[in-house]
Structures are given as C-alpha cells and as structure tokens.
C-alpha cells in the first residue's frame, strides 16, 4: 500500500515557540492532504484539508492563523502550530489522498505534540 | 451534517471470542464506509472498506457489510486474537465533500489470552 511519513514523530517545545511538522507520500502523489488531531482516547478531529499549490481549507474553529499549512508539492505537506501554548498538545496525523484506488485515505504514523 | 456513531468501549473479550463492533451512520448522500485500526503508538490503517449498498468488505478474518436500509457498517470477526487488541474507527466519506473522512469516536478493544 501507498505510504506516508511524519517528521519528526515526536517534538517537546516551549509555550510561544512555533513547531513545524512534516508530512511525506513517499510513493504516490497526493494532490489532497488532510490534516487531524487526535486528543487522547478520542477520535480524529479533521483540521483543514490541503490542496497542492492552494490556500489550505480549515474546518470550522481551527484558526488558520495559528496552524500554518503549506502544500508546496505533490508530496510533500507541512503544519506549523505557531506561537506554540500548552493546549496545543496533542497528536497531528496527516494522510494523503490517492486519486487513484476510489479516493482511499493513506495515514501517517502521527506526531506527538508536548508543549511545556 | 454527515456523521458516525459507533459502540462505546472498551470492549474486553477473550482470545477466540467473536467480535461485533456496532458503527451506525447518517449521510445525505452516498457515501463509502470504512474500518481503520489503530494499533498501540501507530498510526490509522485501513481495515476493510465498502463503496456501495450490501457490499462486504473483509481483512484478516474481519468483516463488515454496508446496510443501507439500516445505515449501518458493523464490524464482525469470528474468533478474535491478542494481536487484534487496538483502537477501531468506523469513518465515511463523500465524493462530493472531496473525500474528506469523518470519524466515529472509535472503540477501544482488549483481547486477553
């Protein structure tokens, strides 16, 4: 199957710094990505769906201004939790969507969030 | 809205035991429905999936049939393991939202030998 990487798959900052994550479809291009978050014991929380070389669309209540999306590529998709607080912690999961195999979701392993 | 509501957990059963995880849904289209798992410290994989009313989809011995008349996707296996102790989403997706997944709250499972 289709795979997608995070980098990193954990990261430990600082309340007001800003932390970029990555998300990679290491062997297909993804033209869609999603972007969740996943509070413990909870389900996926869709975040903002990004489209290659497009402005991201947020769901509603995520503020676009605090988490950066850039879809520069067709591989390659990047979150930015800025000016970093406590109650961002959380678990950021990206996928990829194929536009082949009926428009099957392909996850990646997950970025473990810790804001002190 | 579209969403989907599935049984609360945990669900604790022992090794060989039969399984049904109960995944309901309301959608104003047609949507397709999926089964992902998410194993300890992993990210979600697809386990079986349907794209249209009374398909079966199936995986590693697990099974669900999309009900259209009763919106509905359980997830059945016959004679669960300890490997299959993890977190199930039931999810759907419509074509016409772009493919967007929404999500059910999930059901942890717990097989003890």
């Known amino acids: 199957g289709a795979v997608v990487s995070q980098h990193p798959s954990w990261v430990i900052c600082k309340s007001g710094t800003s932390v970029k994550i990555e998300c990679r479809s290491l062997d297909f291009q993804a033209t869609t990505m999603f972007w969740y978050r996943q509070f413990p014991k909870q389900s996926l929380m869709l975040m903002a769906t990004s489209n290659e070389g497009s402005k991201a669309t947020y769901e509603q209540g995520v503020e676009k201004d605090k988490f950066l999306i850039n879809h520069a590529s067709l591989t390659l998709s990047t979150l930015t939790v800025t000016s970093a607080h406590p109650e961002d912690s959380s678990f950021y999961i990206c996928?990829?969507?194929?536009?082949?195999?009926?428009?099957?979701?392909?996850f990646g392993p997950g970025t473990r969030l810790t804001v002190t | 809205g579209d969403s989907v509501t599935q049984m609360e957990g945990p669900v604790t059963l022992s090794e060989e035991a039969f399984l049904t995880i109960n995944c309901t849904y309301t959608?104003?289209?047609?949507?397709?429905l999926f089964w992902y798992v998410q194993y300890p410290g992993e990210g979600l994989q697809l386990l079986l999936k349907a794209t249209k009313a009374d398909d079966k989809g199936s995986n590693k011995g697990f099974e669900a049939t999309y009900r259209k008349e009763t919106t509905s996707f359980h997830l059945e296996k016959g004679s669960v393991q300890v490997s299959d102790s993890a977190v199930y989403f039931c999810?759907?997706?419509?074509?016409?939202?772009?493919?967007?997944?929404?999500f059910g709250q999930g059901t942890e499972l717990s097989v003890k030998p």
């Open positions: 999810a759907l997706s419509d074509y016409n939202q772009g493919g967007k997944l929404i």
């Open positions: 959608a104003t289209g047609y949507p397709s």
């Open positions: 996928s990829g969507l194929s536009s082949g195999s009926n428009y099957e979701q392909y």
